[in-house]
């Protein structure tokens, strides 16, 4: 055998090592990405009727407190987390997150919206959201969190939790049940209404698809209600931005800033914030607090809406992509370069 011939054979026998302690790199990275994941899994604590749990912790003999309200959050990672930051700061008795809480309604992405709100101070409220019910989300959502609506009351305040996330209406057992809960709310000084879809959309560009309830007959029924019970405020998130005015009588926020991208670039709009209200014998306030948002040029947004979504998929599918990476690579090694070593020995033994 030439010196050629020698190298050759000696880059072929370097080449099967190397493949042999990167596959075996890899099958161990395999493991313990694997194990990650199954213990993320087991000791993941176990959630029963989260909304509940949280009413339970919060004073309701106040008649005078703050609360904090803010909507589509949807699997933001380090907005969502600075938000939270913020929150801890305030003195609010409670908060109230108004949907769009995750991507979608698979349970991994609880777990990890869950994860996140561990770090908050104080108890936190839900409504849901039209993201919640996708692929079987409805479900993991009433696991984890409980009823879809829900109301409670403070020393003079009415809380109403409303579940439009099919956004087009509500249905009969709950029309009849907000009905009966708007009677009751009349015995108290203010009356709260929380939903995730806005009854209309404020936002004037033609260009935008309309962020509202599909039935406008519905809408229109629902406004009537609020506006003959004295709604004091209606919160709405689903629009990612801030708008604030009045539905005929019925005043609203629409506060859809927690960390999702945004759905414009009016300075007025489109930024992330928080809504905190203050409650007294003398009236009720409203302040809005911003928290750091992207700049309004088009491309910077066009960049933070790119990044913000490779950022949380890796954030909650890190190991996943691991583990199918690794599955990857050693299905290809075991396939094209161990099935060619085999058939190289195989023909040296039968010569």
Known sequence: MNDKGINKHQTKININ???????????ILLIVACLIKIHS?????????????????????????????????????????????????????????????????????????????????????????????????????????????????????YFIILDNANETDLDAWQMNWLENELQISQNYKYRFVFMHVPLYDPQKSKHIIDHCLKDTAFAKKLNNLFDMNNITMLFCSHIHGYYNGIWEKTPYIITGGAGAELHGSDPQHHFYHYIKINVSENGVEYEVVRIKSPEFEFFNRLIHIVWIYIYAFFAIKFWDSIIILALIYLGFYIIFIKKEWLILNLRKKRK
């Open 17 to 27: 090592i190397f493949n042999k302690f990167l596959s075996g790199g890899v099958l």
């Open 41 to 157: 899994i087991l000791s993941f604590p176990k959630i029963d009727k989260w909304n509940y749990q949280q009413l339970q912790k919060i004073d309701k003999t106040k008649n005078e407190f703050e609360f904090i309200v803010f909507g589509d959050n949807k699997n933001s990672v380090k907005t969502f987390e600075n938000l939270i930051e913020k929150v801890n700061e305030e003195e609010a008795i409670f908060a109230i997150a108004l949907g769009d809480l995750v991507y979608d309604g698979e349970k991994e992405k609880f777990r990890f919206f869950i994860n996140q709100i561990k770090n908050l101070n104080k108890p936190l409220l839900t409504a849901i959201g039209n993201h919640e019910i996708t692929d079987l989300g409805r479900a993991n959502y009433y696991e984890l969190f409980g009823n879809f609506y829900y109301s409670f009351a403070t020393d003079n305040s």
